[in-house]
């Protein structure tokens, strides 16, 4: 509450000295006034201790001498809070960006491929990107990047994933003169092809998704809920897709644990899952249920299963299955989330450009998480895997999963 009514205090300030530096001219826009806003929170949240006003003043300026609209704002800002490269400190639209590509690419271990697309496009589903705008697709990606929070550089390689505003390629820089991306792709057989493409409106084209050669009901790909249970007795493995750490109103967490605990006690596997590779975060919904099922926990092999794309309390629910399992291996990739920065997030509005700032409530005022930190090599860097393995295209089109792979070859050999 306190820190609430400090933030509005150094606004309203803020807002008052502005208005005095600028009494001979006409009201500055109302974006100037979200950048106002921005400043505050930055100076009234954990963020003051690394905070720097300079670029914000800069474009204070550009913004009063009419340079900078609304929209050029709201990049400018992304790129600005990229510069802490801490991933709870970000703009949020208030609603999803409809005018994206037409191609949505996937990260399958240092490659990117098509795995869905609008129907004029749909011959190229499966097929490997090359270039970019005439670059690799990780220099692509770097360049889309600058507008994104992140704090390891693993996180970067996914933000090209889902559907993308067609606006993050245009202020990356990397449209062409007629306002297209031009990509190219290979065929699984070989082929080479161009495609110019440009926006189209997610609201009037219907996207059509990827699908393996063999059916697999194991995969992880295409799971819609928070969590789940996922059992596959013929490979003596209990998969549990977690996706996100917000409880389902149809499935409490306790009674997720408990269903856990109740299939593994069924004697038909030997090693469970923990599949957190698309799990970003949310509200800690575990506390206690590790601890509670300790004795049964140890009595299997424990694998979880991480990525670029794990953060938050998503990591935090690892460290606590770390802390009670301590033979638990990690699979996959480090961790998008640093092990350093635990947090709790607030929202404020900026209505001028229809999106929230989201930003930390703690930083790096909480010890780091001890089993966690045992398993990576710096405090600023993620959760290392035991196990590093890389998805690959062709086994996941043959209707398999590298990691899953990797897992049974390891605690087969164990």
């Known amino acids: 509450m306190k820190k609430s009514i400090l933030s509005l205090i150094t606004f309203v300030l803020l807002l008052c000295l502005a208005s005095c530096k600028n009494q001979k001219t006409a009201s500055p826009p109302a974006h100037y006034l979200d950048v106002l806003r921005v400043k505050a929170d930055l100076t009234t949240s954990s963020m003051r201790s690394i905070y720097n006003p300079a670029d914000f003043d800069e474009l204070e300026k550009e913004i009063l001498a009419g340079k900078v609209s609304s929209r050029d704002c709201y990049y400018r800002l992304r790129k600005i809070l990229n510069s802490y490269h801490v991933v709870h400190v970000y703009l949020m639209p208030e609603q999803a960006e409809p005018i994206t590509l037409p191609l949505v690419f996937y990260y399958f271990g240092n490659e990117y491929h098509v795995v869905s697309a609008i129907k004029k496009y749909e011959k190229y589903i499966g097929w490997k990107v090359i270039e970019i705008s005439g670059l690799e697709p990780v220099e692509a990606i770097d360049k889309i990047a600058d507008y994104y929070s992140y704090e390891t550089v693993v996180a970067k390689k996914h933000f090209i994933e889902n559907l993308v505003p067609f606006d993050d390629y245009k202020y990356a820089g990397l449209l062409d003169k007629n306002g297209k991306l031009r990509v190219i792709l290979e065929s699984p057989e070989g082929k080479t092809e161009e495609l110019r493409l440009k926006a189209v409106d997610t609201r009037k084209n219907k996207f059509i998704d990827i699908t393996p050669e063999k059916e697999n009901n194991c995969l992880p790909h295409y799971e819609k809920v928070n969590y789940s249970i996922n059992p596959c007795p013929d490979k003596r493995t ?49 506390w206690g249920f590790p601890e509670k099922y300790k004795d049964e926990l140890n009595k299997y092999n424990i694998a979880l299963i991480a990525s670029g794309r794990t953060f938050s309390a998503a990591t935090i629910f690892m460290e606590s299955i770390l802390n009670v399992c301590p033979d638990a291996k990690i699979f996959g990739e480090e961790t998008g989330q640093a092990i350093y920065n635990y947090t709790g997030i607030k929202f404020d509005e900026l209505k001028s450009m229809n999106c929230k700032l989201a930003f930390p409530m703690w930083l790096d005022e909480i010890s780091p998480l001890t089993a966690a930190k045992e398993r990576s090599d710096n405090h600023y860097r993620g959760i290392m895997p035991d196990v590093e393995v890389p998805e690959n295209f062709e086994v996941f089109m043959q209707g398999e999963d590298a990691i899953y792979n990797a897992i049974y070859d390891y605690f087969a050999g164990v």
């Open 238 to 286: 209990l998969y549990v897709p977690y996706l996100s750490c917000i409880a389902r109103e149809d499935y409490p967490a306790d009674v997720w644990f408990s269903d856990i605990i109740k299939e593994l006690n069924s004697g038909l596997y030997d090693t469970l899952v923990f599949d957190l590779r698309y799990n970003r975060g949310g509200t800690q919904i575990t």
